[in-house]
């Protein structure tokens, strides 16, 4: 059964009580006004609420045509309907034009009343689930949504905050996993652009032949198997933004036609004749030092300078340790939920080993660890320093020997196995190649010294 609010407003009383009637036997709840002033007062104290705004043309105190703009104006999620007892199509063209859902002539059977009211109510529902999504994505991408407080990350978010509100080209520079794509997210959250698409293309995920037609698309006929036409991905982000991550990994020609495509706004798919034009804002990724590569040219100096008009260097998780228990405590968070369990409590000397490990992976890095602790951490039982994986225990295991004479053979051995381990990244196959035993008598030695 329907559910949800109708202002209904119409100065006759009995066929004003007759409609809300029909309404609430099919499950709405019904407001009422008699005239244009109170239909206004309803509507501003019940804006959250009003699915559909149900108003005669012809009040005592103003014209539904007139007051509609109005009825926008305090419900932009709501839909209109106007009703009138002599209907023209002039203004029914006209209320359609004004954004009217729909124009009803009175005394129409019921059925149709509630058929226009609940399809007007469906498109009020949709309306708010997507602006209640785009609000969600806008926070989730938000500069505040960012874990960390260090010097590093403060620079980074400032320069990024002030640069979203223009249409300036903008390159982030960073280690991979060190949250890029999420900067770029958040300066078109940031931007006047943030109603419209923001398409991410990862460079590097694309043979270089087959790159450049996904990003500008192609004609019908343009090569063997191009049974359609393409749209590029320049095309799909026409209004909002386009991010191009790993934008070093771009060819010679892919970024010649790149460069004209960010100068003129335009680009020619294959197999077209005719330009087409686009209105798109870059924003662009890369783990590589495009200066020296454009210096040693291996990358275009032209575009290089054409996309560092702003350049922001995002931070490797180990330039900003002092936020990695706030990242921990929200990734715990996060895969409670997902998992839909209690969020992972992290003992203190685990803590401690997730502070001291350098992580070359970055954020990426300690996600993906505290999603395997979240699911592989018996209930009721803190994640320890054991539960880590080989290579974060190396790197919080202390220096000091087991016992206070570093001469003894046991403390040799083992300082010796947690060199050759830490050297290996972890990798106990090639530790044990390096060390020149067997399997089972690395995995013997790192149980017996707690490695």
């Known amino acids: 059964m329907p559910t949800g609010t109708i202002l209904l407003i119409d100065d006759e009383a009995m066929l004003r009580q007759a409609v809300a009637r029909t309404l609430e036997l099919e499950g709405y709840t019904v407001r009422q006004a008699p005239d244009a002033m109170r239909g206004l007062e309803t509507l501003r104290e019940y804006a959250t609420e009003i699915l559909v705004v149900l108003s005669d043309v012809k009040l005592p ?3 539904g045509l007139d007051l509609l703009p109005r ?3 305090l419900a932009p999620l709501a839909e209109v309907v106007l009703m009138t007892a002599y209907g023209t199509i002039a203004d029914g063209v006209r209320a359609m034009k004004e954004g009217a859902f729909d124009y009803l002539t009175k005394g129409d059977a019921d059925d ?5 009211v609940e399809r007007a ?3 009020a529902r949709l309306q708010r689930r997507v602006a209640d999504l785009e609000k969600k994505v806008g926070v989730q991408y938000s500069f505040d949504s960012m874990i960390g407080h260090a010097l590093a990350l403060e620079q980074a978010k400032k320069t990024a905050q002030q640069v979203a509100l223009t249409e300036a080209t903008v390159l982030l520079e960073g280690p991979t996993g060190a949250g890029k794509e999420l900067f770029a997210q958040a300066i078109h959250q940031g931007s006047p652009r943030r109603s419209k698409p923001f398409v991410a293309v990862n460079c590097s995920a694309f043979p270089k032949d087959l790159l450049e037609s996904e990003l500008f698309g192609y004609k019908k006929g343009a090569f063997t198997g191009a049974m359609t036409d393409k749209k590029g991905q320049f095309e799909e982000a026409s209004g909002g933004t386009l991010f ?3 934008i070093g990994e771009l060819e010679a020609g892919a970024q010649a036609k790149l460069l004209r495509a960010l100068e003129t706004q335009e680009f020619i798919k294959l197999g077209d004749s005719r330009p087409t034009r686009v209105n798109v804002r870059l924003v662009a990724a890369t783990n590589r030092n495009l200066r020296q590569e454009a210096d040693a040219g291996h990358f275009r100096p032209d575009l290089y300078y054409r996309l560092s008009v702003v350049v922001i260097p995002v931070p490797a998780l180990s330039a900003r340790r002092a936020d990695v228990p706030a990242l921990v405590q929200f990734f715990a968070q996060q895969f409670a939920v997902k998992l839909r ?7 203190p000397e685990a803590l401690r080993a997730l502070e001291s490990y350098n992580w070359p992976g970055n954020v990426r890095e300690l996600k993906n660890v505290l999603e395997r602790a979240s699911i592989l951490t018996p209930p009721n039982q803190p994640l320890a320093v054991e539960d880590l994986p ?3 225990q190396l790197a919080a295991a202390p220096d000091s020997p087991i016992s206070d004479d570093p001469r003894t053979l046991r403390n040799v051995e083992k300082q010796h196995v947690q060199r050759i381990l830490l050297e290996c990244g972890g990798n106990k196959a090639e530790a044990a190649r390096v060390l020149g035993v067997a399997h089972t008598t690395l995995y013997r030695k790192i149980q017996e010294y707690g490695l």
């Open 341 to 347: 369990q209690r969020a992972l409590v992290i003992s």
């Open 244 to 246: 191009l991550d790993e």
């Open 112 to 116: 149709q009343l509630v058929v226009v």
């Open 61 to 63: 105190d103003g014209r």
């Open 390 to 392: 080989i290579e974060i």
């Open 71 to 73: 009825y926008k104006t």
């Open 121 to 123: 109510a469906e498109k």
